[in-house]
């Protein structure tokens, strides 16, 4: 069963608008909540991460939001532009097993101009 | 510095070919993932590795070994391919830096490798 679920499945913005991708997740063994971007043809790569004692981090453009008693967290992308245009995946890192990272299903952002 | 580099980039296997997937990082990580990636699924685990000749399952390993007998190389293999693999595989090392209590994680991902099995 997916541990670590992910919406929408897609989402269109208008440039300068605010993009919205909510997590929500089930096992209280993840201590770490990374996002992650990818472009078409490469691996995914780092945007953000919050630990579980903070409510929200913020950097640039990005921020996320964090709710540790509703398990749930979320990428807010103000000012979207085009060049945001991607799939973003939301993750959870277990403290044990190998700092392994469960993965949510991905959301593919459009932003047109 | 490469970061993590995989081997080869595409391939298209018949049904009951094996083949074997490599992963090398430059980076001295000690932890080293294979995921597969498929539409609308994200990213799954399929094994992992805490160190050299280590190995461990993940969350999808059925149809697949690994190996790790140097700490820079994770090898995948695919025994006998089946469609069911097709797939984008990742492979990614990871590393911590920072005190306890505010310790940060990285991982670092490859390009991936499109495999298509026919």
């Known amino acids: 069963q997916q541990q670590v679920k992910q919406s929408p499945q897609s989402l269109i913005v208008q440039k300068g608008g605010i993009s919205i991708i909510n997590c929500a997740y089930e096992n209280t063994a993840f201590d770490y909540f990374p996002w992650y971007q990818q472009f078409p043809g490469k691996g995914p790569a780092l945007l953000i991460a919050i630990r579980p004692d903070v409510s929200e981090k913020k950097e640039g453009r990005f921020t996320i939001s964090f709710n540790k008693s509703a398990k749930q967290f979320s990428l807010h992308i103000m000012d979207s532009q085009p060049g945001d245009s991607a799939t973003y995946f939301c993750a959870a890192r277990r403290r044990t097993s190998g700092s392994r990272l469960t993965f949510g299903e991905g959301t593919q952002l459009t932003v047109n101009p | 510095n490469a970061g993590v580099t995989q081997t080869p980039k595409f391939r298209v296997l018949k049904t009951g070919q094996s083949m074997t997937l490599l992963c090398a990082q430059d980076?001295?990580?000690?932890?080293m993932y294979w995921y597969r990636q498929d539409p609308g699924m994200g990213l799954r685990l399929i094994h992992y590795s805490v160190g050299e000749g280590t190995t461990a399952k993940g969350e999808v390993p059925d149809g697949y070994n690994v190996s790790r007998l140097k700490k820079q190389n994770f090898l995948l293999g695919l025994e006998s391919a089946a469609p069911s693999q097709t797939s984008v595989y990742f492979c990614a090392s990871s590393y911590s830096v920072g005190p306890e209590g505010a310790r940060r994680y990285g991982y670092t991902f490859g390009s991936g490798t499109r495999l298509t099995v026919v």
């Open positions: 980076m001295n990580h000690e932890y």
